[in-house]
């Protein structure tokens, strides 16, 4: 193990080093443009045997991606907002033909108005996809998260996709323990592929035109691998914790168990948040956090667990889902606690669109209001925060 | 070496008999035709279009080699990311045999929405073939017109209406198109002149780095014709000089065929119902101005030919 000062850009990249895929195809955008610069260094440098493919777009990137995968090699890519918008048909179809495909996704707001900072509007708009969506707190865990990801990815034969948020994290220096190559390179063993194109003597068709007789069998499965994912993502974290020392699980609860009320967050806003939760004990306040790390699959029952007993709980969504009725995370924990009898009431705050900071005491603001909720004043159920009305 | 016939009766078709393509399809016998150069150790990446429809209506496929199939706009990157794979691999000593990359994709796939992705692979110089089957428009989705549709064509997008005679655009010079980028190898062909068309294929196999072929593929459906005049017409095309036989090897433009007595265009025009608008007096001059447009990019490949000796 070795202590090295990275951004989350840098660690992504040194994990994608040590990873060493045999075929990286990728297409710069900011902030996540130093992913691909930095891997393309470690290309002309001799550092990894990967074939670089430095596409012409990113829908061509996931498109090259797709072929790699099919023709059994262990494939992996960077993108960001609008990249990812581009791969948007594509990443269907990674998905579908059940390819172990992992991208490094640094979380920027989509245009318009064109902005280049974070928000999570990106990878909502991802959501339905069929990927693995895993969110970073910080860059240790974008590190650690990237290497878990290329074994989920291969124990479920579905593609993953880690984000950390842009500029917050992409570009902000922070102290790293980085493994030794070895230990990943033991860690995830041989790649692991479904099946391959290469194969001459054993001629498959992959993405044949399915109908009305098959289509549905066919969704129903990749349905059913998303179902099966949870344990596998779980069982890759604490094989990674037993190993290395840091444990990671679908959810991230903080001073949550006699919480009365709770936030849920995602992505780097943690951190602060679970500063403000730290303050909030000091003054005796029940005041606890739920960070969902995994989006996709949905961990409804961690959802449950978690936060069924509290006594109010307000869901900040750095997304607008332009649904007309609050961010996409807030009706995701509505829907998981609708099977709890006597459900608590739940509270929407949309925040830090565009990149705009999310301050410690915006966040007190937020508890406080819920604390009031708790002790019967009535408040909106979807508040903005931090925004000029 | 010119192709044996006898002898390639005998081999096993690689685009199996049974798939669904229409009679008479154009594009169908191209597939034919270059799967029995291209042989088994091939794989085939493809764009959606009329040839993917036709012949992998799961759970059956007509490909006796690897295919796959990921979207509409994007078989040359498809086709980039195995062959990246297969130099990986290749290089960890995973595999070791010779295996031939090939995108196919129609006309849409190649003068329209996959152009980027074409030019992108092309530019990267990956070592594979790519063929357009262009049958000059969107087929698949009920003949709507494309940049390969030619000048005064009726398409369902590009109707021959009283006041617009059908397509009032000429057509995109796709193979000067990519010959343009420099590549080692791009060519013209027909599946009436089978013998220059597998000549072409198997130079464009052997060539290290990327080829093309742009492929005439008549489609009855379309261009409204009697399926067993599928051939007649290619060949027509290539009589009247609409559809020269040449190719573009590292920059040398040279014909493979010159008709001896080029035929007038209007020969192949009156054969296909999506001209018969033309015909008509008051549209006559489309068809002056269609011959004028084939005459001066004969005079112009000629010049090509001339400068490449």
Redesign the interface.
């Known amino acids: 193990m070795k202590i090295k000062a990275l951004t989350a850009n840098e660690a992504m990249a040194e994990a994608m080093r040590q990873i060493n895929p045999d075929v990286v195809a990728a297409y710069p955008i900011t902030p996540a443009t130093e992913i691909v610069q930095h891997f393309a260094s470690f290309v002309a440098d001799g550092l990894v045997t990967t074939e670089f493919v430095p596409v012409e777009s990113e829908h061509s990137a996931m498109s090259a991606c797709i072929g790699a995968a099919a023709a059994g090699a262990r494939v992996m890519t960077s993108t960001a907002s609008q990249g990812l918008a581009l791969m948007h048909e594509v990443l269907y179809i990674a998905a579908a033909l059940r390819l172990p495909i992992v991208i490094c996704e640094i979380n920027r707001a989509l245009s318009a108005p064109i902005n280049i900072h974070c928000d999570h509007s990106d990878t909502f708009g991802a959501r339905d996809s069929g990927w693995i969506q895993i969110y970073s707190e910080d860059s240790q865990e974008a590190y650690d998260s990237v290497i878990q990801a290329v074994k989920i990815a291969e124990e479920a034969f579905l593609p993953v996709m880690v984000t950390a948020d842009g500029f917050i994290l992409s570009h902000a220096m922070q102290r790293i323990e980085v493994l030794e190559d070895e230990e990943v390179k033991e860690f995830l063993g041989e790649p692991k592929t479904p099946y391959t194109v290469l194969d001459t003597d054993n001629p498959i068709t992959v993405g044949p035109l399915d109908l009305q007789d098959y289509f549905f069998e066919h969704k129903r499965q990749e349905a059913e691998a998303m179902r099966l994912a949870p344990p596998i993502i779980e069982k890759v974290g604490k094989e990674f914790g037993e190993r290395f020392g840091r444990y990671y699980g679908l959810v991230d609860p903080y001073r949550l168990e006699d919480a009365e009320v709770a936030v849920v967050v995602m992505g780097s806003t943690a951190g602060t948040a679970k500063e403000v939760v730290d303050k909030l004990r000091e003054e005796g306040k029940p005041a606890g956090l739920l960070r969902m790390r995994v989006l996709r699959p949905l961990p409804l029952k961690e959802i449950v667990e978690n936060l069924r007993d509290k006594k109010v709980i307000g869901v900040m969504d750095r997304a607008e889902g332009m649904s007309g009725f609050g961010g996409p995370l807030y009706t995701e924990i509505r829907s998981g606690l609708y099977d709890v009898p006597s459900h608590p009431p739940l509270y929407n705050y949309i925040y830090g669109l565009g990149g705009r900071d999310i301050k410690p005491e915006e966040i007190e603001e937020i508890f406080k209001e819920l604390f009031d909720a708790a002790a019967g004043k009535e408040i909106p159920l979807v508040n903005y925060k931090g925004v000029r009305e | 070496m010119p192709f044996d016939l006898k002898e390639l009766s005998k081999e096993k078709d690689l685009f199996a008999p049974g798939h669904r393509a229409c009679a008479g399809c154009g594009p169908a016998i191209v597939m034919r035709q270059i799967m029995a150069v291209a042989g ?4 085939v ?2 764009a959606t279009g009329c040839m ?2 036709v012949s ?4 059956y ?1 007509a ?9 509409f ?2 078989a ?14 290749k ?2 000593g ?2 070791n ?1 010779k ?1 031939n990359f090939i995108a196919i994709a129609g006309d849409g796939g190649t003068y329209d929405i996959g152009i ?2 074409l ?3 092309l ?2 110089g990956h070592n594979f073939l790519y063929v357009c089957y262009d049958n000059q428009a969107y087929m698949n989705t009920g003949i709507q017109r494309s940049g390969a549709t030619p000048l005064g064509a009726h398409t369902t997008t590009s109707p021959a209406g009283d006041v617009i005679p059908g397509k009032v655009q000429w057509r995109k010079d796709l193979t000067e198109i990519v010959a343009a980028h420099g590549i080692p190898y791009a060519a013209q062909a027909s599946p009436s002149h089978w013998n220059d068309l597998m000549e072409k294929v198997k130079k464009a196999l052997e060539t290290e780095g990327p080829a093309f072929i742009n492929v005439l593929a008549p489609c009855p459906v379309g261009w409204y014709f009697s399926p067993e005049r599928t051939i007649k017409i290619a060949k027509l095309a290539v009589d009247t000089l609409f559809w020269p036989l040449y190719e573009v090897e590292n920059g040398k433009h040279r014909i493979t065929y010159k008709p001896r007595k080029p035929k007038p265009v209007e020969e192949w025009l009156k054969e296909q119902g999506r001209f018969r608008h033309l015909f008509q007096e008051k549209n006559r001059w489309i068809i002056e101005e269609f011959q004028r447009q084939v005459n001066e990019r004969w005079e112009r490949l000629l010049r090509l030919e001339e400068a490449s000796l």
């Open positions: 088994k150790d091939t794989v990446g493809f993917e429809v992998t209506i799961f759970p496929t490909w006796r080699v690897p295919y796959i199939h990921v979207a706009e994007n040359a990157a498809v086709i980039s990311g195995v062959e990246a794979a297969y130099k990986a691999l290089r960890k995973k595999i045999k295996i980027q992705a030019s992108g692979a530019e990267r």
